[in-house]
């Protein structure tokens, strides 16, 4: 196994004992974050009902202008963080349970969660 594998298997059992405690429901639904190498995603699922209430993603052309280091960058999550929350709320949801995926809270998942806390979701 190379190192780029064991940092993914890594990072994906880390993942795996955090989802072991958290759920997302109806009344707290589950943000879930995902970074590659070159964008940022975030989605607002509930797991109850296998539906994903609302996402954002680095990619997308609002977020792309506005971001102007690039599309993986400490500033682009950020700005994912806020149109996540903006769009959660809408959806009426106010509270959500942070899944950071097996990262750490750090760089970009901080960015991305204080972006959502900073539009009025809470966590």
């Given at each position: 196994?190379?190192?780029?594998?064991?940092?993914?298997?890594?990072?994906?059992?880390?993942?795996?004992?955090?989802?072991?405690?958290?759920?997302?429901?109806?009344?707290?639904?589950?943000l879930?974050?995902?970074?590659?190498?070159?964008?940022?995603?975030?989605?607002?699922?509930?797991?109850?009902?296998?539906?994903?209430?609302?996402?954002?993603?680095?990619?997308?052309?609002?977020?792309?202008?506005?971001?102007?280091?690039?599309?993986?960058?400490?500033?682009a999550?950020?700005?994912?963080?806020?149109?996540?929350?903006?769009?959660?709320?809408?959806?009426?949801?106010?509270?959500?349970?942070?899944?950071?995926?097996?990262?750490?809270?750090?760089?970009?998942?901080?960015?991305?969660?204080?972006?959502?806390?900073?539009?009025?979701?809470?966590?």
């Amino acid at each position: 196994m190379d190192k780029a594998q064991h940092k993914r298997q890594r990072r994906r059992n880390a993942h795996l004992r955090v989802r072991r405690r958290i759920i997302g429901s109806t009344e707290r639904p589950r943000l879930a974050v995902f970074k590659s190498l070159r964008y940022v995603y975030a989605q607002v699922i509930d797991d109850l009902h296998g539906k994903t209430l609302a996402q954002a993603s680095s990619r997308e052309a609002a977020i792309v202008k506005k971001a102007d280091g690039g599309t993986a960058t400490k500033e682009a999550a950020r700005l994912v963080g806020e149109a996540i929350a903006e769009r959660a709320k809408k959806q009426g949801v106010e509270t959500v349970v942070f899944d950071r995926g097996g990262y750490l809270y750090h760089g970009k998942v901080r960015e991305l969660a204080d972006g959502a806390r900073s539009k009025g979701l809470k966590f």
